[in-house]
């Protein structure tokens, strides 16, 4: 399809023609939605609570590690579980016990004198859950969808995400200053209760072949896979690269407390700036069906995500700041969106579970890393230092992956009909699908 065969609206908005095709597809997507309502108000309570309790950097960073070990430790045996059994089942299961972690939290704030492991033990569960349900959603997606919808699908996917993004940190951080942290995680597991029951509705959703059992073998298989794909590595590689030098969560309590001189509800908007910014991205994201050289498009959304980051850290006017986080965060969902469907398109479903797991991995473990990351360089030196040179780094790091892995660069994907109709203009000339 070319980019001129789309009316003016249909470049701009959305496409929401997988919600009108796929009652299957719209159950996971209302259940996902709230999902991640309990995960954006986990993302500014827990650390802002280890930051009250500390008053560390380094020791909200240091969130990240508690997460990074569990995510890293299951992911692979998440994506083989994915890949054997049903994944609405999966998913209906691990939402449950994420509301169990967000009552242990709830409990442990309600506390005389809240104590200080429960919250890196809970956010070290948290991120062992997401280790299963994230393989299992993404690899649910394309069973649900026809091909030529999965930019769209996954351009919705982003859009309910920053959706949760834009308004969950920002009502977390509302919630924490007008009522409690206790209050707070109350409402965590409520949104995930309420997850768990909205996909019940959503049918089974076996791989195809009816799934193969968990074993080391499972596992070696996907990663075998892996090693004979340069162009998933360049993605995965490029997506820690921002995570890890560009994503200065760690940094936001002490910057929205010291650096801006506001309180919880300004912690808050921090964290809510990408995902509003993101959230435009995604409800202009009609185009995104039209484009063929999707890696090249990952590249460049990577590199902008870079200097709107090392921009952000030199600036004390926060309404400047935030739109700067806007900017990055519309930045990342475009390259969201090209990185999981360049993956999807690419993998087959037998093994889809199992490499959307590695992708989990990437997407969750990046965030850890760049919080430990962004939390010791800020002790070592300052929060300014940490933003800026970090920024600066992910430039760096993606103009190099797009230089010495050059697939990411040059991939582009193609629908059978434009094929056929290249191979009736120029004959012998037709290029391979990727």
Partial sequence: MALSDLSPRRRL?????PLRESPRFRILYLGQLLAHFGR?????????????????????????????????AVSLVGGAVADAFDRRKLLVVGHVLLAVTAIGLMLNASAAEPALWPLYALSALNAALSAINGPARMAAIPALLRRELLPSGFALNSTMH???AAVGPALAGLLIARYSLPFTYAAEAVAFTAAAFT????????????????????????????????????GFLIDLNAMIFGMPHALFPALGTE????????????????????????????????????GRVVVIAVVVWGLAITIFGLISYLPFALVLLAVAGGADVVSAVFRNTILQLVVPDALRGRLSA??????????????L?????????????????????????????ARFMPQLWAYEDRSPADLAVDSLEQPGDVVPEN
């Avoid at 986990?42 to 508690?66: D, K």
């Avoid at 193969?212 to 596992?219: C, E, L, T």
């Avoid at 808050?268 to 995104?288: C, R």
């Fill in 40 to 72: 954006q108000i986990t993302i500014v309570a827990v650390p802002y609570q280890v930051f009250l309790i500390t008053g560390s950097t380094l020791a909200v960073g240091a969130l990240g590690i508690a997460q990074f070990i569990p995510l890293m």
């Fill in 259 to 294: 650096i801006f001189g506001g309180d919880a509800t300004t912690v808050g908007l921090l964290y809510a700036a990408p995902g509003m910014g993101a959230l435009i991205a995604a409800l202009t994201s009609g185009w995104v069906s039209a484009v063929s050289r999707r």
């Fill in 358 to 371: 590695v992708h989990t991995a990437v997407v969750g473990g990046g965030p850890r890393l760049g919080d």
């Fill in 373 to 401: 990351e962004a939390g010791a360089v800020a002790a070592l030196t300052s929060v300014r230092f940490s933003v800026v040179s970090g920024g600066i780094a992910c430039v760096i790091g993606a103009l190099a992956i």
């Fill in 199 to 234: 996909l019940l509705w959503v049918g089974p959703l076996r791989p195809e072949g009816g799934g193969r059992a968990v074993s080391m073998s499972s596992i070696r298989e996907g990663l075998t896979y892996l090693r004979g794909q340069p162009l998933l590595q360049s």
């Fill in 13 to 17: 908005v959305v496409d929401i023609t």
């Fill in 162 to 164: 920053e959706v949760a």
